[in-house]
């Protein structure tokens, strides 16, 4: 099974670039977008509905704005939407489609770079994905939470890493808050079972040579249920696609749907 997670920042404009005609070669199981900036209505055109793949959609309550999907080949037995509490739901922030033995979710934790009180919303956000985390690990199925986590774990994970300690997405209440999640829940950070290797990035700020000088942080992850840790066999970023300030992340997993 291959899952290639990707925030695009605008789905419409990553079409214009060719997103769907990649997915297709790609030929991935499971594709999960993130900040579609669009609402489904809006995507009823067939260049949104490849062949071959079922979409499925969670909007936010504003226009233009955030958004989450899930293209998939084989139908899901269900589709659940949202967590629970406003700063998901209202954002179209959370879908997750189950299947058999295992169920897949494109997720977002929102940045808290703007200001003082983003930050804020983004540890209350923090603290009821966790509680969710905790839920999840008594259900008797596996689970991959794939997206934009906003937050570099390491500092093998960002660079430029010690100017950036007091900066939103290094926090040292953030980096903890991870280790809780790797460490005392047992979650797998799938990408970094089988990849050690450093300078590996998934976002590039929008400035200067970030991006052709490879200055950028790993803010999004496939995270597993312990018991899925043995399946992941491959992990790439594949810097070289570029349809957004994101690179798809693409793990193959010895795992069936």
């Given at each position: 099974?291959?899952?290639?997670?990707?925030?695009?920042?605008?789905i419409?404009?990553?079409?214009?670039?060719?997103?769907?005609d990649?997915?297709?070669?790609?030929?991935?199981?499971?594709?999960?977008?993130?900040?579609?900036?669009?609402?489904?209505?809006?995507?009823?055109?067939?260049?949104?509905?490849?062949?071959?793949?079922?979409?499925?959609?969670?909007?936010?309550?504003?226009?233009?704005?955030?958004?989450?999907?899930?293209?998939?080949?084989?139908?899901?037995?269900?589709?659940?939407?949202?967590?629970?509490?406003?700063e998901?739901?209202f954002?179209?922030?959370?879908?997750?489609?189950?299947?058999?033995?295992?169920?897949?979710?494109?997720?977002?934790?929102?940045?808290?770079?703007?200001?003082?009180?983003?930050?804020?919303?983004?540890?209350?956000?923090?603290?009821?994905?966790?509680?969710?985390?905790?839920?999840?690990?008594?259900?008797r199925?596996?689970?991959?939470?794939?997206?934009?986590?906003?937050?570099?774990?390491?500092?093998?994970?960002?660079?430029?890493?010690?100017?950036?300690?007091?900066?939103?997405?290094?926090?040292?209440?953030?980096?903890?808050?991870?280790?809780?999640?790797?460490?005392?829940?047992?979650?797998?950070?799938?990408?970094?079972?089988?990849?050690?290797?450093?300078?590996?990035?998934?976002?590039?700020?929008?400035?200067?040579?970030?991006?052709?000088?490879?200055?950028?942080?790993?803010?999004?992850?496939?995270?597993?249920?312990?018991?899925?840790?043995?399946?992941?066999?491959?992990a790439?970023?594949?810097?070289?696609?570029?349809?957004s300030?994101?690179?798809?992340l693409?793990?193959?997993?010895?795992?069936?749907?």
């Amino acid at each position: 099974m291959r899952v290639i997670t990707l925030n695009v920042q605008g789905i419409k404009e990553a079409a214009e670039k060719g997103l769907f005609d990649w997915m297709i070669a790609e030929d991935a199981d499971v594709y999960c977008l993130q900040d579609l900036r669009a609402k489904e209505y809006e995507l009823d055109d067939a260049l949104y509905h490849p062949n071959g793949y079922y979409p499925y959609f969670f909007d936010a309550f504003e226009d233009g704005y955030s958004g989450v999907a899930i293209y998939c080949k084989q139908p899901p037995k269900a589709i659940m939407t949202g967590l629970g509490f406003e700063e998901c739901d209202f954002h179209g922030r959370f879908i997750q489609a189950d299947y058999d033995k295992v169920s897949i979710a494109s997720m977002v934790i929102p940045s808290g770079l703007k200001d003082d009180a983003a930050q804020s919303q983004k540890f209350h956000y923090m603290e009821n994905v966790l509680g969710h985390l905790k839920k999840t690990l008594r259900k008797r199925r596996q689970f991959i939470f794939c997206g934009t986590w906003s937050i570099a774990h390491k500092t093998l994970d960002l660079s430029n890493w010690y100017v950036n300690q007091k900066n939103s997405g290094f926090l040292p209440e953030e980096r903890q808050w991870l280790d809780v999640v790797f460490g005392e829940l047992g979650y797998i950070d799938a990408f970094r079972e089988v990849n050690h290797a450093d300078h590996q990035y998934t976002w590039w700020p929008p400035y200067n040579r970030a991006y052709s000088l490879n200055e950028g942080a790993r803010i999004d992850y496939q995270v597993t249920t312990p018991g899925l840790r043995k399946t992941i066999r491959d992990a790439r970023i594949l810097k070289g696609v570029r349809f957004s300030e994101h690179a798809p992340l693409l793990i193959d997993y010895n795992q069936p749907l």
